[in-house]
């Protein structure tokens, strides 16, 4: 809660985040082939759009993609979309079955993103599940067991055998996740160009999510002041 800037600033974060990471990053037998991303994951003032700051650092990144910005619309759910293109593995059945993909992968694997319109997406409320403290759901959101996925492996056997055939609670073929049935980021914009070229129709969801970056010190938009922080992930690709 300190050292993530969560109780802290970000100040804070980075003199710790300078000294976990650093040697490791001059570590070329850790580097090698590595993918670390470094994110947030919202900023506290919900009215405005929440397009968090992140950074794509190690090996993985192609030398000419180090120090660029990239302006593609992903969501958290996109990492573990990247993580399932990138190794061939099915979906879990739930937001990550249309997000995005990290460009890097997506330019190795093939895979097509969509084009989201982020006029009226803000993507700063959590939808109350079953964990939830305030607004308590008892059951947690179906998960579409025909989605295909990122990878196109179709959904995790263990996932399908738990929950059989089912479309789902949600409509989790969006590049974004949007809550009709809670009421949460609901209200929307139109995708262009749907996931791997698929068409996604109309999102509902009164909300913007990140864009990302990539390459060995790119960033991202920050939109106001940011709450909780630093996520680290090691994806050895």
Known sequence: MT??????????????????????????????????????DEDETYTEQ???????????????????TDNTFYTHYSTIASVSANWGLPSLGRWDAGA?????????????????????????????????????????????TSAKGAAGKGVLSSIVSTWGNNSGTYNYTNAYPYDLGAGINAGGTPVSGGVNGSNSGTSTGSAPATT??????????????????????????
């Open 50 to 68: 929440n397009k968090v700051f992140s950074i794509l650092l190690g090996g993985a990144i192609p030398s000419n993609l180090k120090g660029t």
């Open 100 to 144: 995005n993909v990290f460009e890097v992968v997506a330019n190795k694997t093939g895979y097509k993103n969509a084009i989201v319109n982020t006029t009226n997406i803000f993507l700063n409320q959590s939808y109350p599940g079953p964990l939830s403290d305030n607004l308590y759901i008892p059951v947690w959101p179906v998960p579409d």
């Open 3 to 40: 050292n993530d800037a969560h109780d802290t600033n970000v100040t804070f974060a980075s003199v710790w985040e300078r000294g976990f990471l650093g040697q490791l990053l001059n570590n070329t037998y850790f580097t090698n082939n590595t993918l670390i991303l470094l994110t947030f």
């Open 212 to 237: 990302s970056s990539k390459g060995s010190a790119a960033t991202l938009a920050v939109s106001g002041p940011l709450a909780a922080v630093a996520g680290l992930l090691a994806l050895l690709l």
